[in-house]
């Protein structure tokens, strides 16, 4: 065990985390300082180049940039799935640096949520086993983590069949059931990795409406994405391209000049 490790642990298993991550504040969540990475190929490949930016819990953000502008990269670094060549990367300010790889998979197990295009669902499996599934790593007793996974399900608007297979339900309800294995751990962040790419308009429509209740309610998102009329609509956009930050904007929040309106109430499916 490192010394990181010890904070790590009891935040891992504190039975109500009254520290609740998910749950907004000012504190940064996810710290990318003077990123840079270069993947050893010949000729060798810098893909991120001295790239920084901090989010703070409760935020929505789009990173957004054309194919090869280094999206997937950054998301590997982001989701600690990858070290970065130099520069350092912090969650909930432990650095990623400072883990053993065993330490690296708890922290990103309890830390971190992954939404991605294809879902990514176990198919044999009710939709509240593969939602309750998100909290294996935190060795819940089995009705515990149904008990958290229908609370889930709720928070996506999808309580009502809990005990269907993924095969039984449409594309924007399979994301849903996806973001909410996201959820049920309640991380400090959600990683979104194109999370509308395989649905159609009208239904990846209401997957970012729903990112946008669960906004209102604290939860910190990043969504991943070459589109830039979805990056439009989140409060704060960092635009990449050829391997560095060339813009990042953020909307005036709620009570502001020009902010956001009052919270709206969790989602219901379409
Ligand atoms: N494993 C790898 N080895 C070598 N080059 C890579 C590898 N992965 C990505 N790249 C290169 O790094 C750059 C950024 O890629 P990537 O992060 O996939 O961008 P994006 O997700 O925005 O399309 C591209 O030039 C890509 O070809
Ligand atoms: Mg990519």
Known sequence: MTSAAAPLAAGRFSPDNQAHPTSGGTRPVLEVDHVT???PSQPPVTALQDVSFTVT????????????SGKSTLLHLMGTLDRPSAGHVRITGVDVASLSDRDLAALRATRIG????????????????????????ASVP???RRARALQALELVGLAERPWARPTQLSGGQRQRVAIARALVGQPAIVLADEPTGNLD??????ILTL?????????TIAVITH???????MPRRIEMLDGRIVADTTDPGPGE?????QPAPPGQQP
Do not use: C
Request: no cysteine; net charge negative; aromatic share 10%.
């Open 37 to 39: 990475k270069v993947y």
């Open 57 to 68: 819990g409760g935020e929505l953000l789009a990173i957004v940039g054309p194919s090869g």
């Open 114 to 137: 992954f939404v991605f295009q294809q879902f990514f669902l176990a198919e044999h499996q009710t939709v509240v086993d593969n939602v309750a599934d998100g909290l294996l790593y």
């Open 142 to 144: 089995l009705t515990q």
């Open 201 to 206: 308009q009208t239904t990846g429509g209401s």
């Open 211 to 219: 990112f946008d209740q669960l906004h209102h309610q604290k939860v």
């Open 227 to 233: 589109d830039q009329t979805i990056a439009a609509r």
């Open 257 to 261: 000049p020009d902010g956001h309106g």
